[in-house]
């Protein structure tokens, strides 16, 4: 199948997906008695739990709780500070403490009911305001390239602004869910998973067990967004535990509420800019502050605030940078992974910002933009190179041309015009941040013919709907030459893949892809049945200093182009949307059509991000926790959007092809503030972009 | 307990069970039919749709009592039609199906939309289906997808 790489074929699990027989988590059926578990969590934001008065004990009704956990009692991600069961105290509304068990539903609802649990309540961080005022941050990071007190000492102006992000929630349309199998060689997981390796190295750690008698397997998954990416392992501890000791399958299922209330979510933030900017409106250096709010847990928020921080200087190239920022810990559901992972917060804060610098100046502003983008060789804001060919210039001409930019920009600038036009231009480190790769994932695949000839794709890396499967698929059948019938694909299962990392960070087709293509070449040396592996390894030109936050952050980056066309209801406030327009830069598509699905549901959700998905939170309680407060789109809300995509391959990628998951979203929520900024005449520092703000932007003036 | 007959995928069936049960449970757990999702729980997603005497209904907020004497069609039952096969090569052609969870779904309001309609413009397209959400593709292939369905399948609406 020697053709194009790119030209798209018919996704390889269509038919069970449409027809409905593809098995979600909560559709297999399981051997022997299952029982089903339900969670008692806390009723207040933070406090001790002094006593727990339980109903008369039933038989058919189990309970299970951090008592019963034979190894640590917390989920490993990165700090050891995020309980499986809470122990003696509650640090939000919401936090498991305990599961029940039975054969019904009904009976394990009753007794829920009726438990009383008593706590000794204490004053708590309900907003990162909050915490920033009274608390230090848990982790805290320092880039500094170049010399921006120099800088600043020579401008001819410095400026600053404030920029803030609310919460946002991935609404992955499949509810959280994992079922826990108790079998004589041990625990098997199933469920909904991103990463299969987080869940069994978390339940490992949990049972203080050998690896050898945990097993995970990823069922079909609807949707995950990063949502699935470290919460998973948390109920995967709570079945396993619960399962090992009743002895029976567990099966823990959310519904869209409690999903919705007590699941991770994108961190909030507070981000601040300055620019020292010289006597021809040139930027010389900016300083940049970031402060998320973590939750109650610290999770995977370092990794987030360093991906948020190295964003810094967005797409440009600014001679000093000095940025910092830290994570705060706030008595609400914790932050935590999100498609875009901390970037999506300082892309919205330095597009604005950079809009804003040249409407100061009198300048255009995809004129001022165009004048400081990064170039081929330039320095990253942490002082690595931009290696490769950078298409920004090529790519908002073409962008401009398929929306009409220029002509509905200048139209819209007139006073009084209810519509705007808005460019956004973004990027995305693809992989692991920093040393990630090489120091922790170390990525290891198999492949493996059989005798029939077939040949089988054995990685712990998962299709969530962005298309992994097919994607792999063709990479394999290229390299090999053999038809796409000839490769086999299934769901990982750890007791036959090796680790090459969780399915998170824009890695999976770069990274696993690329080791697939070195595990073609090797196999074709090979005759017959044969089994080859491969294993990541760090081109050595990149060095990175994880303390100092110096060097190459990312061995590549993918790039886009988003502009949006809005009106805005002067008497309802409320935005719609007119237009959408995308260039990227992602390589080489293994598959077009994937990759457009990835650019229309990726800008939709930034849109989202920007104009409408709002979740607030009021005495630790989320507010919108079902899908009627909670606002995404429907089909009615959004437009057609135009794509283009431009090649531009990468040496080791597999094909030429970069990242191209999260870089999809970002660009939607700066593109759209942009937009509404125009239509509205008034600028903007904070999104979502709700009516509420809208009007209190135009009564301030 | 209430007995409740009605026709599901085109069978006669009878089920004795209290009336107030969500139909969406009784699809699933009792006939089995895993392909009508649970997405919301409460009428909003759609990734429960089923068809009730040819009109989509979300079977998440409908009791079990209102089957009574109806004709049911869930996915299952559907997509051993001419129509289902006309709407399953679309939605592959135009990449309308990611994770899907709400694939499923999507069929049932396709198929209630052509039937009412079966030369939808865009925006009828984009309404038809607004009471479906998808969180993967930003629905442009999937209001493609029908519009092509729609297109290809000329005479079976
Ligand atoms: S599950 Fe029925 S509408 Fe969402
Ligand atoms: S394809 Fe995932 S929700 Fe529609």
Redesign the pocket.
């Known amino acids: 199948m020697r053709k194009d790489i790119s030209r798209s074929i018919g996704k390889v699990d269509n038919r069970e997906k449409s027809s409905g027989s593809a098995e979600y988590i909560n559709d297999r059926s399981w051997e022997g008695e299952v029982h089903y578990a339900l969670t008692l969590r806390s009723s207040i934001v933070k406090g001790k739990i002094i006593n727990i008065t339980f109903p008369s004990a039933r038989e058919d009704v189990h309970i299970v709780d951090y008592r019963d956990v034979p190894g640590k009692n917390f989920v490993s991600i990165l700090e050891d500070d995020w309980p499986v069961f809470a122990e003696d105290r509650v640090s939000y509304l919401g936090e498991p403490i305990l599961l029940l068990c039975g054969p019904d539903r009904t009976v394990l609802e009753e007794y829920r009911s009726r438990i009383v649990v008593d706590y000794e309540e204490e004053s708590p961080f309900l907003t990162l305001q909050d915490a920033v005022e009274k608390s230090d941050p848990i982790v805290s990071y320092t880039i500094d390239t170049g010399d921006y007190a120099g800088a600043s000492e020579k401008a001819a102006r410095t400026v600053k602004e404030t920029f803030e992000t609310g919460r946002q929630e991935q609404v992955y349309i499949e509810p959280q869910g994992v079922v826990a199998e108790y079998t004589e060689e041990g625990v098997v997981l199933t469920g909904s998973f991103q990463c299969p390796y987080y869940v069994k190295n978390a339940v490992i750690n949990t049972l203080g067990w050998s690896g050898e008698k945990v097993r995970v397997i990823q069922a079909v998954t609807g949707g995950a967004f990063g949502g699935k990416e470290e919460f998973p392992s948390l109920i995967s501890c709570q079945v396993a535990v619960a399962s090992v000791k009743l002895k029976k399958t567990i099966k823990l299922i959310y519904n869209r509420h409690e999903d919705m209330e007590v699941t991770t979510k994108r961190h909030p933030s507070l981000i601040s800019y300055e620019a020292a900017l010289d006597g021809d409106n040139r930027i010389l250096g900016v300083k940049m502050d970031v402060k998320l709010d973590g939750g109650a847990t610290t999770g995977l928020s370092a990794v987030v605030l360093q991906r948020a921080m190295i964003a810094s200087c967005g797409v440009y190239h600014f001679p000093a940078v000095l940025a910092t920022g830290g994570v705060y810990l706030t008595n609400t559901v914790p932050s935590g992974a999100f498609r875009g992972f901390g970037a999506p917060q300082t892309f919205f804060a330095i597009e604005m910002f950079m809009n804003h610098l040249a409407a100061k100046v009198g300048e255009d502003p995809v004129a001022f933009k165009t004048k400081h983008l990064a170039k081929k060789g330039d320095a990253t804001s942490t002082g690595g190179i931009y290696r490769d060919d950078i298409l920004m210039a090529q790519m908002i001409e073409e962008v401009k041309k398929m929306s009409g930019y220029a002509e509905k920009y200048r139209l819209y600038s007139e006073k009084g015009n209810p519509r705007g036009i808005g460019m956004s231009l973004f990027l995305h480190g693809c992989g692991f941040t920093g040393s990630g790769e090489a120091d922790h994932i170390k990525a290891k695949v198999y492949l493996e013919r059989d005798e029939e000839g077939r040949v089988h794709i054995l990685v712990s890396n998962v299709d969530m709907g962005q298309g992994f499967k097919t994607t792999m698929m063709k990479v394999v059948a290229h390299s090999l030459d053999i038809p796409l019938d000839q490769v086999v694909f299934n769901n990982p299962d750890t007791k036959y893949v090796p680790d090459s990392g969780p399915t998170v960070a824009s890695r999976s087709t770069m990274i696993v892809g690329r080791l697939l293509v070195e595990a073609c070449e090797k196999l074709q040396k090979e005759t017959g049945p044969a089994r080859v592996e491969a294993n990541y390894s760090q081109p050595d030109y990149i060095k990175w200093d994880q303390d100092k936050m110096k060097g190459d952050a990312y061995p590549a980056f993918s790039w886009g182009v988003n502009v949006v066309e809005v009106e805005v209801d002067r008497d309802t406030w409320e935005t719609t949307l007119l237009g959408a327009w995308s260039v990227h830069d992602v390589g080489k598509a293994i598959d077009d059509r994937i990759i457009r699905g990835q650019v229309d549901g990726g800008f939709l959700q930034g849109i989202g991000y920007g104009l409408w998905e709002k979740m607030e939170l009021k005495e630790g309680r989320v507010q919108q926790a079902t899908v009627t407060d909670y606002i995404i789109a429907t089909a009615s809300d959004f437009v057609t959007v135009e794509n283009k995509l431009i090649d531009n391959p990468y040496a080791l990628g597999p094909f030429g092809a970069k990242g191209a998951g999260e870089l999809t979203l970002i660009g939607g929520a700066p593109a759209v503030a942009a937009a509404v900024e125009q239509a509205l005449g008034a600028e903007v520092y904070r999104i979502p972009l709700v009516p509420e703000y809208l009007m209190e932007l135009k009564k301030n003036g | 307990m209430d007995k409740i007959e009605f026709t599901l995928n085109g069978k006669q069936v009878s089920i004795e069970k209290d009336g107030t049960a969500r139909l969406?449970d009784v699809l699933r757990e009792d006939f089995s039919l895993i392909g009508v999702?649970?997405?919301?729980?409460?009428?909003?997603?759609?990734?429960?749709a089923v068809l009730i005497d040819g009109v989509i209904a979300?079977?998440?907020?409908v009791p079990l009592g209102n089957a009574q004497g109806r004709s049911i069609v869930t996915i299952e039952g559907f997509s051993g039609t001419a129509r289902y096969r006309v709407l399953e090569e679309s939605f592959a052609e135009c990449g309308a199906v990611q994770c899907g969870f709400c694939t499923p779904g999507m069929m049932i309001a396709a198929e209630s939309l052509l039937n009412g309609n079966n030369s939808p413009s865009e925006a009828e397209i984009r309404e038809g289906i607004s009471g479906n959400l998808c969180r993967c593709t930003g629905y442009n292939m999937i209001a493609e997808a029908v519009a092509l369905a729609a297109e290809k399948g000329k005479g079976l609406w």
Request: proline fraction near 0%.
């Open positions: 969406l999702k649970e997405g919301c729980g409460e009428g909003e997603c759609g990734a429960c979300n079977s998440c907020i």
